[in-house]
C-alpha cells in the first residue's frame, strides 16, 4: 500500500482572474501557480492527483501528460465534491493529502511538517496546517471543544459573530488517513450558504465518529496567500521572486536593486556576478561567474559564460562565451552561438549564427544563418544576405577575415580565412583565402564643380 497520496484541487472556475485561461496556468515567477503547489509536495508521493474543471488538454498540454493523474471534475460542486471524484485514485493510500491549487507560496517544509506530525502520531485521523495571520481574511475558522481539541471547520460566511473572532484558520491543507475520509465523504451534505459540499464539513464527521483530529500552524502565514484575481498574482509574484533573490544573493550574486531585478525560478547565476536594475532572466537561463548584466537586458533560455558584460540586450536561446561583451542594444535571436572574447556591438542582431572566438562584430550589423571564424572583424553596417525572397541560405566567413564597413554578403557564400573585403562592396562570389575583394564603382571627381555652390544665410 502507497503511504501518501496527494490531491490538488483546481476545478474552481477562477472568475476574479478575467481569463481565459485556467488559473492553476497563470505564472508567477516563472512557473505556474499548480506547478509552485506541486513542488512543495515533491518526493511525497508517485504523480499527485489534480482535479481539474475546464482547459483539460490545455493542462495537459502545458504541464506535461505524465506530471499528475488528470482527474476531470464535471460539475463543481464543492470542495468535498472535488474530493469525492479522486475517490479511485486515493483509495489504496493510508493516508491522502488534499490541498489548493492556488496556494504558489506554501512551502515544502511546511508540508514536511504537516507529514512528520501524523507519521509521528498514527492516532490522528486528520491533520490541518493553519495559519493565524495578524489581519483575518474571509477563510474558515478552526473550532475547538472545551478540551481544545479541533472539532469543526466553519467557512467564514457560515460564522456566528462570536466564530468570527476566532484567529486560527483554514488554509486548505489537510493529511487525512484515507480510510477515514472515505468515510466522512459520505456524509457530506450540500446543506451551507453555497449549496456546495464542503470538505472543511469532513472535520466535523469525523469528530462525531470520535475520530482525532490535530493541527499544526504556519511559521510564516504568508505561505497561506492564495491567488483569486490578479491582484493577488502580483502580490505572490512579488514575494516569490523576493525568494528566489534572497537565495542567489545568498549564494554570492550582487543584485543591486532586488525590487527591480525579475528572475524565475530556475535560473541559474553562477558567484560574484552582479545584476543591475531592469534585468528579466526567463526560462532555462544560466549566467556565468563574475560576469556583470548592466541595466535593461532581457535573457530568455540561453547560457552565458564567465566574465562576460551583457548591457541593454535582448537574449532568446543564444549562447554567450565568456570573456565576452554584448551590447548596448544587441538582439541575439535563436541558433546563436558566441564564443570567448567576442565583442557584439550596438544595434547588432544575430540569429542562427556560430561565432568563432576572438571575433568582433562592433556595430550596425545582420548576422543571420552564417558561421564565423575566429579573430574576424567585421565591420560597421555589414549585411548578411541571407534571404532571396524565397529561401534562406548559409554564409561561411573563415579566421582572420577582415569584412570592410557596409559590405553585403549574398549567400549562399564563402570568404576565405585572412581575406579581406573593402568597404561598400558587394559579395556574390566566393573569396579565397587571404584575398583582396573589392566590388564598387570607381570614384569620380571634378574638381572646383561645388565651389560658390553653399551659401550661408543666418539671420
Ligand atoms: C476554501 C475553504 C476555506 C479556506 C479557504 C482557504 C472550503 C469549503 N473552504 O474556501 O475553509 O479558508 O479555502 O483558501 O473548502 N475547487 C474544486 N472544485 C470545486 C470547488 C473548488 O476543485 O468544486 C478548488 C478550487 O479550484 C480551489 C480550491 O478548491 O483551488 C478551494 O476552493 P475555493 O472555492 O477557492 O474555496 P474557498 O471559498 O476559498
Ligand atoms: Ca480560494
Known amino acids: 500500500m502507497e503511504q501518501f497520496k496527494v490531491v490538488i484541487l483546481a476545478a474552481g472556475e477562477g472568475t476574479r482572474m478575467k481569463s481565459s485561461l485556467p488559473k492553476v496556468l497563470h505564472k508567477a515567477a516563472g512557473r505556474t501557480l499548480v506547478e509552485w503547489v506541486a513542488s512543495s509536495v515533491e518526493g511525497i508521493s508517485d504523480k499527485p492527483v489534480l482535479i481539474y474543471g475546464r482547459e483539460g488538454e490545455l493542462l495537459k498540454g502545458t504541464l506535461g501528460e505524465d506530471r499528475f493523474t488528470y482527474v476531470h471534475q464535471e460539475q463543481r460542486l464543492g470542495t468535498g465534491h472535488a474530493v469525492m471524484t479522486a475517490r479511485e ?4 493510500s493510508e493516508y491522502t493529502i488534499v490541498l489548493a491549487g492556488d496556494m504558489p507560496l506554501i512551502r515544502k517544509e511546511s508540508i514536511n511538517r504537516l507529514v512528520e506530525a501524523i507519521k509521528n502520531d498514527r492516532t490522528f485521523s486528520c491533520m490541518l496546517l493553519t495559519a493565524i495571520p495578524e489581519k483575518t481574511p474571509a477563510f474558515g475558522r478552526i473550532v475547538r471543544d472545551k478540551n481544545g481539541d479541533v472539532c469543526d471547520i466553519i467557512e467564514d460566511r457560515d460564522c456566528t459573530e462570536e466564530q468570527k473572532k476566532i484567529k486560527e484558520l483554514n488554509i486548505s491543507i489537510y493529511c487525512f488517513r484515507t480510510a477515514d475520509l472515505m468515510e466522512a465523504l459520505d456524509m457530506l451534505r450540500p446543506d451551507n450558504a453555497q449549496k456546495e459540499y464542503y470538505l472543511t464539513d469532513t472535520v ?13 500552524s504556519l511559521d510564516d502565514p504568508v505561505e497561506s496567500i492564495g491567488v483569486n484575481d490578479r491582484v493577488q498574482l502580483a502580490y505572490a509574484s512579488e514575494k516569490l521572486r523576493e525568494r528566489i533573490n534572497e537565495d542567489l544573493m545568498r549564494n554570492g550574486v550582487t543584485l543591486i536593486d532586488p525590487k527591480n531585478t525579475y528572475i524565475d525560478c530556475g535560473v541559474k547565476i553562477g558567484r560574484d556576478t552582479t545584476v543591475y536594475p531592469g534585468v528579466i532572466l526567463e526560462g532555462m537561463t544560466d549566467i556565468g561567474s563574475e560576469t556583470i548584466l548592466y541595466q535593461g537586458s532581457r535573457i530568455r533560455d540561453s547560457k552565458v559564460g564567465d566574465h562576460t558584460t551583457i548591457e541593454n540586450s535582448v537574449l532568446l536561446s543564444a549562447e554567450v562565451g ?22 557584439i556591438g550596438d544595434f547588432v542582431e544575430t540569429k ?7 571575433t568582433k562584430i562592433s556595430h550596425l550589423t545582420y548576422v543571420g544563418d552564417a558561421d564565423l571564424g575566429e579573430d574576424i572583424n567585421i565591420g560597421c553596417g555589414v549585411v548578411f544576405v541571407n534571404f532571396d525572397g524565397k529561401e534562406k541560405h548559409r554564409i561561411k ?4 577575415a577582415f569584412i570592410g564597413c557596409n559590405t553585403n554578403l549574398i549567400s549562399p557564400v564563402e570568404v576565405g580565412e585572412g581575406s579581406y573585403i573593402a568597404a561598400g562592396t558587394t ?10 575583394a573589392i566590388g564598387r564603382s570607381k570614384q569620380m571627381v571634378r574638381e572646383g564643380w561645388a565651389k ?3 551659401k550661408i544665410h543666418r539671420e
Open 427 to 436: 559579395i556574390t562570389k566566393e573569396v579565397p583565402a587571404d584575398a583582396l
Open 397 to 400: 566567413v573563415g579566421d582572420r
Open 452 to 454: 560658390g555652390r553653399y
Open 204 to 216: 466535523r464527521h469525523l469528530y462525531s465518529m470520535g475520530k482525532k483530529i490535530g493541527s499544526i
Open 352 to 358: 542562427n549564427a556560430v561565432i568563432g572566438d576572438g
Open 322 to 343: 565568456s570573456y565576452s561583451k554584448v551590447g548596448p542594444n544587441a538582439y541575439l535571436r535563436p541558433g546563436t552561438k558566441i564564443g570567448d572574447h567576442c565583442r
Open 89 to 92: 485514485a486515493v483509495k489504496d
